[in-house]
């Protein structure tokens, strides 16, 4: 029991842990959580994939292209990877020092922000201990002013104040972070339409499908439009970052390519089905067929709607007055007694040939038939 409860304790002192337990951050925990969401419906999808009964490759196709586009406007909602650049830099660590080490630096800019990773590249059997990931908002005006005074006061490296400074001040020739907060601003409302779009869409795919494929096509131009709000408001100077004497040259990240792969695909899928139902209007039915019996069919509907039409085009207008609609029923009881003698058709069975008078009684002859009235007692007045 002895050896059991004295590990690692000294002459009965308590236990002592003398390594750090501080782990660096290697991923976003937002994004994680938008993928595990996203993937978990598809895996569901699939598992639930093979009793479809019809429509198993269009199905496929839709839920696939639905989730990636949905994936997609998400995490380039939260994402960092809008512009990013990345470096290896041989600087200090900490201001007004003279000791120099080999670390990479990396800044990936967002809608609302910048991450700042730096990590120390070990050199000589150096133990790499040294691992910051540092994220700077800019919601409002003076958000990035006052994050970046934290970081001064908390003792940030000296690397990632220097570049946190470019986007910290807002005066003539560094207005950088000015440029980027409008760019991700205007870019963020385009992508909150182009998710509401989103939700319609899959909404509309289901219920009637030509509308949804219109609204296919309103998200993708949502989605292209975002990119294209975005490129237009980034700074007209670009941004060349100096530490320590690197060079950080910003590029589009991969955020910004898969807006633009998402909305090229909807956009050109909705071009595609808005074809055929123009093409072949009778085979274009719910993509997910929510009842096999009773298909969404345009053609038919559109048939139906006209006749539908023409038969209301035929009936005698409704008076509204009551003094109207009690003189037509005073009309209707008056001439009853009148059709009476005209309309309706009279059965006479089994009537012979040799008779030529209809009479009350049926003829007692021979060649029973059933007998044909005349025309003029099938006529049925239809006017009231």
């Known amino acids: 029991m002895k050896g059991w409860f004295g590990a690692f304790r000294n002459d009965g002192g308590p236990t002592l842990y003398s390594y750090t337990n501080r782990t660096p951050v290697t991923g976003d925990v937002r994004l994680i959580t938008i993928f595990v969401i996203f993937c978990t419906i598809f895996t569901a999808f699939l598992i639930i994939f093979p009793g479809i009964r019809?429509?198993?490759?269009?199905?496929?196709?839709t839920v696939t292209l639905s989730l990636f586009v949905g994936t997609s406007?998400?995490?380039?909602?939260?994402?960092?990877?809008?512009?990013?650049?990345?470096?290896?830099?041989?600087?200090?660590?900490?201001?007004f020092t003279?000791?120099?080490?080999?670390?990479?630096?990396?800044?990936?800019?967002?809608?609302?922000?910048?991450n700042i990773t730096y990590r120390h590249i070990p050199t000589n059997m150096d133990v790499a201990d040294v691992e910051y990931n540092e994220?700077?908002?800019?919601?409002?005006?003076?958000?990035?002013?006052?994050?970046?005074?934290?970081?001064?006061a908390r003792g940030a490296p000296f690397p990632i104040v220097s570049l946190v400074e470019y986007f910290s001040f807002y005066q003539e020739g560094f207005s950088w972070g000015t440029k980027y907060r409008e760019a991700g601003y205007y870019a963020t409302i385009m992508l909150w339409t182009g998710f509401a779009s989103w939700m319609l869409m899959n909404l509309l795919l289901i219920v009637v499908p030509r509308y949804g494929a219109y609204s296919m096509i309103f998200t993708g131009g949502c989605l292209l439009f975002t990119n294209l709000i975005y490129w237009k408001l980034l700074p007209s100077e670009p941004l060349v970052a100096h530490v320590d004497g690197s060079f950080l040259i910003f590029n589009f990240g991969w955020n910004y390519w898969l807006v633009l792969i998402a909305g090229i695909t909807c956009l050109f899928s909705g071009i595609v089905l808005t074809a055929i139902d123009f093409i072949f209007p009778n085979q274009f039915s719910t993509i997910l067929e929510v009842d096999?019996?009773?298909?969404?069919?345009?053609?038919?509907?559109?048939?139906e709607s006209f006749d539908t039409r023409s038969i209301r085009r035929k009936l005698p207008r409704i008076e509204d007055s009551f003094g109207d609609r009690f003189l037509s029923q005073l009309s209707t009881k008056l001439?009853?007694?009148?059709r009476e003698d005209t309309e309706g058709v009279i059965n006479r069975g089994y009537v012979s040939h040799e008779?030529?008078?209809?009479?009350?009684?049926?003829?007692?002859?021979?060649?029973?038939?059933?007998?044909?009235?005349?025309?003029?007692?099938?006529?049925?007045?239809?006017?009231?």
Do not use: C
């Not at 003279?98 to 910048?114: F, P, S």
């Not at 994220?135 to 001064?152: D, Q, S, V």
């Not at 009479?359 to 049925?380: D, F, H």
């Open 54 to 61: 019809k429509e198993k490759l269009s199905t496929f196709l």
């Open 73 to 95: 406007i998400q995490v380039a909602q939260y994402g960092s990877s809008w512009h990013t650049t990345s470096a290896t830099i041989i600087g200090s660590f900490s201001a």
């Open 98 to 114: 003279k000791q120099r080490m080999t670390a990479e630096i990396g800044g990936y800019i967002g809608l609302m922000h910048i």
């Open 135 to 152: 994220r700077f908002l800019w919601r409002t005006p003076y958000e990035m002013r006052n994050m970046f005074k934290e970081a001064l």
């Open 292 to 303: 096999y019996d009773t298909p969404y069919n345009r053609h038919v509907n559109i048939e």
């Open 335 to 338: 001439n009853h007694e009148k």
């Open 355 to 384: 008779s030529s008078d209809i009479t009350e009684e049926p003829a007692k002859n021979n060649n029973w038939s059933y007998s044909i009235p005349s025309a003029q007692r099938r006529l049925v007045s239809t006017s009231y």
